[in-house]
Every structure is written in C-alpha cells, then in structure tokens.
C-alpha cells in the first residue's frame, strides 16, 4: 500500500495539464505548487494545489508520481482514496456544467510516466484517461468535486475524501515501477482549485 500525505511535503510529485490549444497557458490561467490550504482550512498545512480557468471547455489538470518497489511485469488490483480541499459547491448551475458535479475525478496508475504532447496544435495526453464522465483504461472516474455547500455563491473551502468503487488493473514495468495519477477532467467553463492532501492506493497481485 502507498499512503501519501501531502500536508507536509510533495513528495516529489508532478503537475500537469492536457485538453487546450497549444499556446493558451496564459488564457488558460494555469497554477500548480505545493501550497498552504486556504481559509478555512489553512491550520491543516499544505497540499498540492492545482488551477485553471476552463476556457477550452475540457481542461484536464493532474498531479503524478512513481512508485518503483513493486514486483515487475506484474498485474495488480488497485483500489484508491484520495482526499482533497475543494470550494465548489454542490446543485448548482454553471457555465456549461456545474463546478462540482461536472469536474469529474480520475485516479490510476500507467507504467509510463503521464504527459501532455503536442497532437496537431492541441494538448492531449499520453495515457488513456477516458474523457470528462467517461473513465479510461489508465484513468478512472471515482467522483466529482462538489462539497457539502448547497448555497451557489458561497465558495468556502472543504475538505472532501473519495474512494474507488470501479475496479482498476495495472501492469508494472520490467523495473516493478507504476506512475500514480490523480487529476480532474472538466466541463465547467470557469476556474477550479483544489488541493489534494492525501493519495492511498492499495495494490493486490493478481
């Protein structure tokens, strides 16, 4: 089992984004770092923060990180949890989807390493993440974002945890190495922060 806390360091993880034209970064507004939790939560310490402001109406920002001391060429059942700071409220209208049920979570685990490549002028993705609601081979959708807030401008931040329920399978490399990934693939066509505080994944051979 990997069981990450985020709060006191980064533990050499990656951000990264996919889903927009090449050249938009600065429309896009893109933020990634290890960061304080904000208000309210800013006594819980730090967690790897990630934004963007949707303006390609799919954005797909993410945080990555290797694991190398498993068994190679190997396949294993990975279940996972994943906790996290939101502001998004829950049950409410958005441009082009709600901010929180239409920011759909996606954890996995790829033996190569997770990048964005240059796809005839357009950011995709080197692994199959499925896309927005729709899980992918790499990639699955375990959740949204949206928080216990019911009242629509009120964006006060808290602290969400969600678990897998779908089954996910992996392969290690012939180094018995697998990249974690976690992210949020969007289709709410405005800004989303959130910082993630916590990454378990438990692995079971098969």
């Known amino acids: 089992m990997v069981d990450l806390d985020f709060t006191a360091e980064s533990h050499g993880w ?3 984004f996919s889903d927009f034209r090449v050249g938009d970064e600065e429309n896009m507004e893109l933020a990634a770092g290890h960061e304080g939790l904000p208000e309210p939560l800013s006594d819980r ?6 934004g963007a402001t949707n303006r390609s109406d799919d954005i797909f920002m993410y945080w990555t990180g290797r694991i190398d001391d498993l068994a190679p060429d190997t396949r294993y059942r990975l279940e996972f949890l994943v906790e996290f700071a939101t ?3 829950s049950n409410c209208v958005g441009v082009g ?8 979570l ?9 990048e964005p490549i ?5 950011y995709q993705m080197n692994i199959d993440k499925g896309n927005q609601l729709s899980s992918g081979s790499d990639a699955i959708r375990i959740g949204h974002v949206g928080n216990t807030v019911s009242e629509c401008t009120d964006w006060i931040f808290e602290m969400k945890a969600v678990e897998s329920e779908e089954v996910f399978e992996a392969t290690t490399d012939s180094d018995g190495a697998l990249w974690l990934i976690v992210g949020t693939d969007s289709g709410f066509e405005a800004r989303t922060e959130l910082y993630y505080t916590r990454y378990r994944a438990t692995f079971r051979e098969l």
């Open 97 to 104: 989807g709600p901010p929180g049920e239409a920011v759909h």
């Open 118 to 122: 240059d796809d005839d002028g357009y």
């Open 14 to 16: 990656e951000s990264g």
């Open 45 to 50: 310490g730090y967690g790897l923060h990630v």
């Open 87 to 89: 502001s998004a409220p």
């Open 106 to 114: 996606k954890v996995g685990a790829t033996p190569i390493r997770p």
